[in-house]
């Protein structure tokens, strides 16, 4: 199935903002932060904010990446994760979950005021319903789990929404905002107070020590004393975490609806594949953009044809609760899930004295990485918040964490081995039509070939430059995607999404007509 690239994320028709340069040279700083998505951006703005010196290294522009297509809701209400935390790690832990959430959702309104940021910030309640009688006491549970965390939750049997619910958790005093607007003001007031940002500067390499070494793919460097990893998935694998992260990507629709069909809140429920509704100004005739996501899987695992018909159901989903609906964005997030649904924020290793990371966010990102930008900036200040020792990644919990650590390896060694078995490859590069993607064998090796629309062939090595895994071809998207761990690529091979830092390497191959080499 032959399916149109994406329209793009709402939030990317924003300006892009100033260009900054790309790192050239050498350079000296007392913090280093690589990755400018939200837990970069804030991290770095906290810490300059303090008075320390930062650099900030982002492989693309700041605020494109993943936080630049988010749904952007910022709550403390995250699915069912109190219940879940509370029995796995305590009550107090669950308390000290809840209460650095809720200060991240006040944090952002506190510094778009402190800065005159309009940023489209709405307060609303958020809500996580189910429309199954069956899920409806979880839902109690739930609710009866978030109050005694110190959130002003409640079970309801009504929402706003314009179908029936069984039953939901509500919470009040949550916000949604424009994310770019956000983060490009912070980035400019970062600057502002001496913090330097530099783009299109993909970091490759880390040396440890006093002080850290940072080294880019062409080479340049930069020598920090304390470095935090904000990249989303971590780039550096000596910590080991991507045995302990699953990556799972979810599709966006989006398109204007009437203002009479505004729900006014933040809506999530796990039925059907889980699906999450909000909404966005629109303009000034009162219109709104209606947001839905869901449909999540892991990268790299969809069928041919698959992502499409995902994006079908989504939209029938959003028509039949919400009426005619013309979807006018299409578009995709990505997000990793840690073995005991709390983020890693803290130490990157348990011999890590001055470098941090921040990932783990389990779709919660906004909040997520606002909450991270203050727990790092406060630890490499000296200080411990109450809530350091529950998001720190050095943490293992035997009894949670082991079994799906096991599950998840057994999924990589499940890719890594059966991807390579004959027959899960197109027969020839004939077989690939335009618009579509397929690994081909071609004399011994694996290529990732896709045909463009107008027939031309490109053409890169199969093999992850992480670890090693076979890519598969995204339809939805085009692009090539790694089971194993996540990283994307596009049909070029450049590096989308990491843990990856390499792209894929370009092959030629022969087309089925005997014509020329065609080549990436």
Known sequence: ???????????????PGPARPALVGS?????????GGIAGLCTAWELARAGLRVVLLEADRVATGVTGHTTAKLSALHGQVYADVRSTHGARAARLYAHSQQLAVERVAEIAAELGVDCDLERLPAYTYTEDPEQVESLRAEADAALEAGLPASFVTSTPLPFPVAGAVRLEGQAQFHPRKFLLALA???ERLGGRIYERTRVTRLREGTPCRLTTERGDTVDARHVVVATHYPVFDRALLFTRLEPKRELVVAGPVPADLDPGGMFLTSDGGTRSVRTAPMGEDGRRMLIVTGEKFTPGTAEDGEVGE?????EAWARERFGPLEVTHRWAAQ?????????????????????????G???????????????????I???????????DPVRLRPLREVPAMLRLQAQVAKHFVGDRAPGAYADSVADVRPGEGAVVRVGGRLLAVHRDDAGALHAVSARCTHLGCVVHFNDGERAWECPCHGSRFDVEGRVVEGPAT???????????????????
């Open 335 to 359: 997000d990793n899930w840690t073995t005991d649904r709390v983020p890693y924020v803290g130490r990157l290793h348990a011999g890590s004295r001055h470098v941090y990371v921040a990932t």
């Open 310 to 314: 995902r994006y079908a159901r989504l």
């Open 1 to 15: 199935m032959v399916v149109d690239p994406l329209s793009g994320s709402l939030w990317m028709e924003y300006a």
């Open 502 to 520: 390499r792209p894929l390497e370009r092959e030629p191959v022969e087309d089925a007509d005997g014509g020329a080499d065609a080549e990436s």
């Open 188 to 190: 400019a007031d970062l």
């Open 27 to 35: 350079a000296e700083t007392e913090v280093a932060v690589v990755g």
């Open 361 to 379: 966010f389990a779709g919660w990102g906004m909040s997520g990485g606002v909450m991270a930008g203050s727990l790092l900036a406060a630890r």
């Open 381 to 391: 200040s000296g200080r411990d918040p109450a809530w350091t020792s529950l998001y």
